[in-house]
């Protein structure tokens, strides 16, 4: 047997964190003699290792102590087995709450982006709404109908598309083309300045579309609010999307009268 002492340097832990799990009843001392010197035998030196062991695998001393009360009523083999198994489903619902917080986090900063504070009470709402909704590798991704009668390689270029709330490198370079736009929104949408923006804005989302102008006009309707209460996509609102339909149409329309005096 070894003395208190000796046994918390063994094992490098304190002696007052060996009071305190005497204290409430997780590790006893196997002899306390009448002067106070508290010995500990190889059982209790074992015990105290699979304490340590459980502790730097996440389990709080409240399951350790579940965990060594459990293994008097069946093997201690199985019942180690079993509470591991436990621990393991515990550790992938945290990492699921973690990456659905992380995304609604996401979410939040790139509506801020988009939209400033206004309509935060809707956000909340979206939020809610998602909770039921699986993730899928850090995102929700959006659910399409199944009237819009897409083609499979219409879905997978859909399916592919960056997503608000996601890390993709490519939404960051939309959420600045969009800031730019509602910043210039003052401005006429047929101005040279906000023009410049409409076709960077094209030429990057139909790059998104794989250069499909049908498909990419398909989505555009799709989440355009019209008169809807609440935008389709957090931070792009009707009027939002008004003036981007204003300044997109306008440059189309140049491209066309200019193809049309080069010929």
Do not use: C
Not at 13 to 39: A, D, F
Not at 47 to 58: H, P
Not at 126 to 148: C, N, Q, V, W, Y
Request: proline residues 3%.
């Amino acid at each position: 047997m070894i003395l208190i002492g000796e046994l918390a340097k063994k094992t490098n832990i304190s002696k007052r964190t060996l009071h305190y799990y005497e204290q409430i009843e997780l590790l006893q001392p196997t002899v306390i003699t009448e002067n106070g010197y508290r010995y500990y035998d190889e059982t209790a030196i074992l015990r105290l290792q699979k304490i340590l062991l459980l502790k730097s695998i996440g389990y709080t001393l409240e399951q350790i102590k579940e965990l060594f009360q459990n293994q008097e009523n069946q093997g201690e083999d199985e019942n180690w087995i079993i509470s591991l198994n436990e621990q393991i489903e515990l550790i992938e619902q945290k990492k699921e709450e973690l990456s659905r917080m992380q995304y609604y986090l996401r979410s939040t900063i790139h509506t801020l982006q988009m939209n400033g504070m206004n309509n935060l009470e809707k956000l909340l709402q979206i939020i809610a709404k998602m909770k039921d909704r699986p993730l899928t590798e850090g995102i929700i991704r959006p659910e399409f109908s199944d009237h819009l009668q897409l083609t499979s390689r219409e879905m997978d270029v859909l399916n592919q598309l960056p997503i608000l709330g996601s890390n993709d490198p490519r939404m960051e370079e939309l959420l600045t083309i969009f800031q730019r736009v509602r910043s210039l929104m003052p401005s006429s949408p047929y101005s040279e300045e906000v023009q410049v923006i409409a076709r960077q804005l094209y030429e990057t989302a139909l790059e998104l579309f794989d250069h499909d102008e049908k498909l990419l006009g398909k989505y555009w309707e799709l989440i355009n609010p019209g008169d809807a209460s609440e935008p389709v996509v957090m931070g792009m609102d009707d009027e939002f999307m008004s003036y981007v339909d204003e300044m997109i149409g306008y440059f189309l329309k140049q491209r066309v009268d200019n193809a049309d005096e080069g010929d």
